[in-house]
């Protein structure tokens, strides 16, 4: 059953709901007045309401994409005038210039990105191995050394 008739049999036919899902066409819908917040006790006019939002929605889309469309039509005709009126200098801007040089700094942008990547990435990991200086390191070792070497006399072995 739908929306429509569900109205129709829910009301009087002398009731603003009944006469208003009368108004009710497949065709016009959506862009036909519709009177929206009437309130009925089974929420169908509400569904009928948010429907016709949708289709006023839905309307709007089509004329944007139409007009987007159409713009972008009107944007190819104007470049394929354009085309046989150019100058040899502006053929060299827009290939070299525009094309060719936009492609090579994007890939050397790229590359001197890479690179500094990896730089940095090798400077954390030196600064990691790195972390203490060699003096520290010889103490640490030294001192370590004196504790095995004391353990090791008390176990009654020499270190020598």
Excluded at 42 to 53: G, H, N
Excluded at 109 to 132: F, H, K, N, P, T
Aim: hydrophobic share 40%; net charge negative.
């Amino acid at each position: 059953m739908n929306l429509k008739q569900a109205v129709m049999d829910a009301y009087d036919k002398n009731t603003p709901q009944h006469k208003l899902a009368r108004t009710i066409k497949k065709t016009t819908f959506g862009s036909a007045e519709w009177q929206t917040g009437m309130k009925d006790e089974d929420d169908l006019l509400e569904e009928l309401d948010i429907l016709y939002e949708y289709l006023q929605i839905a309307e709007e889309e089509s004329a944007v994409k139409k007009a987007h469309k159409d713009a972008i039509r009107k944007l190819h005709e104007q470049v394929l005038a354009k085309y046989p009126r150019l100058t040899q200098d502006e053929i060299k801007v827009l290939a070299v210039d525009d094309k060719w040089f936009a492609s090579i700094k994007a890939g050397i942008d790229g590359e001197v990105q890479a690179v500094a990547q990896r730089l940095a990435s090798r400077v954390c990991e030196l600064d990691e191995r790195y972390d203490q200086p060699l003096p520290t390191l010889e103490q640490a070792t030294t001192d370590l050394s004196e504790t095995v070497a004391g353990h090791l006399k008390r176990m009654g072995l020499e270190w020598a």
